[in-house]
């Protein structure tokens, strides 16, 4: 009876390990070889910490892809030839957020499923009213003009001394390739606002910008390391976002930035669900998880950017909340304004005037 005894309970030990071990094998190697979901960003380059994607791919069993642009008439570009598809988050401007809409490129977002969303500031939320339920503000700053001061004569302190530059900036400033930033400064130089409408202003900025065609090199926007044309003088001037500029002046002392008297552009990045999107769930835990307040601080402090974000800014080391480049002055910033959208007549006669001096 004992050896019967063991026999049996030897071989139901057998058969209960090895419907275990059959069930675990069945359950747990496919959780462990399940394939990353994709989440595809279409954004600036370098505008994101590394660190902070690697450690959402790692929570989340992600995998993230961003695809560049290198100015907003790019992006949109992009998304007029994949007609919205193919991304999941698209980072946008707040003025194009109604253009947007109206294409059917963007999807609402449900805050519910964003909880961090509760520590965005509301004044940078509702900057733009298209924005509500639709996007989710990222980084916010100024458009100016980053100089060698060592290169100049006068140092440059208004729009107009860079649309009507002393002659050693002939064939030396740099313009950002962008339409809405080149004919909305020059605005400014004259006295106009930057989102004007008045075909008279358009058509003295039209005169005025190809005036100050010699001393344009090229359209673009500046490297932001030691191969910067800022850095090694192929450039003097250049049409430059805030954080940028600080970026540069790490590789030399003598580039500085300034948001000119005349005041400048004040812009705000949201990240928007595209309506195409294959993985809005995983977007939405993208969202939430950059806009934890540790995350949205070393986002802020790697990027030199002001954070829209409460919580995160009160994590920010005094370097940066001082900062006047990150955080300007007030009475200057005042003077500076956000784009709003304009009438498609506007927008065509824009688009006529910069191919004109584009030419």
């Known amino acids: 009876m004992t050896f019967l005894y063991k026999s049996l309970k030897n071989a139901l030990t057998q058969f209960l390990s090895l419907t275990i071990f059959t069930f675990s094998f069945s359950i747990f190697p496919a959780n462990a070889s399940k394939l990353p979901q994709e989440l595809v960003i279409l954004n600036w380059s370098e505008y994101m910490l590394p660190e902070m994607i690697l450690a959402f791919e790692k929570k989340y069993n992600a995998t993230v892809k961003e695809i560049y642009y290198e100015s907003d008439d790019a992006r949109d570009q992009i998304l007029l030839q994949t007609k919205g598809q193919g991304f999941d988050l698209i980072l946008i401007n707040g003025a194009v957020i109604d253009s ?5 490129w963007l999807q609402s977002i449900e805050l519910e499923n964003i909880p961090n969303s509760k520590y965005i500031e509301e004044k940078w939320q509702n900057s733009f009213i298209s924005a509500k339920n639709y996007a989710i503000p990222y980084f916010w700053g100024t458009l100016g ?9 006068t140092p440059i302190t208004s729009w107009k001394q860079f649309f009507n530059p002393e002659e050693k900036l002939r064939g030396k400033i740099l313009l950002v390739n962008s339409s809405r930033d080149i004919l909305g400064m020059a605005l400014k130089s004259l006295g106009y606002s930057a989102n004007s409408e008045s075909i008279t202003e358009l058509n003295e900025v039209k005169e005025l910008l190809l005036l100050q065609k010699p001393y344009i090199s090229h359209y673009g926007y500046i490297a932001l390391d030691k ?4 850095n090694n003088g192929n450039i003097i001037a250049a049409t430059v976002y805030g954080g940028d500029a600080l970026n540069a ?17 004040i812009w705000v990045d949201f990240l928007a669900l595209s309506a195409q999107s294959k993985n809005p769930q995983l977007a939405a835990n993208f969202l939430n998880f950059i806009n934890s307040p540790k995350w949205a601080a070393k986002n802020a402090e790697n990027m030199y950017l002001a954070t829209p974000n409460i919580a995160a800014k009160k994590l920010l080391s005094d370097e940066l909340l001082n900062d006047p480049v990150i955080y300007p002055d007030k009475e200057i910033l005042s003077r500076s304004e956000f784009y709003k959208e304009l009438s498609p007549q506007t927008l065509r006669t824009r688009a006529i005037i910069y191919s004109i001096i584009r030419k």
């Not at 191969?227 to 800022?230: D, I, N, V």
């Not at 590789?251 to 552009?265: A, F, R, S």
Request: charged share 30%; hydrophobic share 25%.
């Open 100 to 104: 947007y809409k109206k294409r059917n």
């Open 249 to 265: 002046a790490e590789h030399n002392k003598n580039i500085t930035y300034v948001l000119p008297q005349e005041g400048g552009n």
């Open 227 to 230: 191969t910067s044309s800022l």
């Open 145 to 153: 003009i980053a100089y060698r001061k060592d290169l100049v004569d």
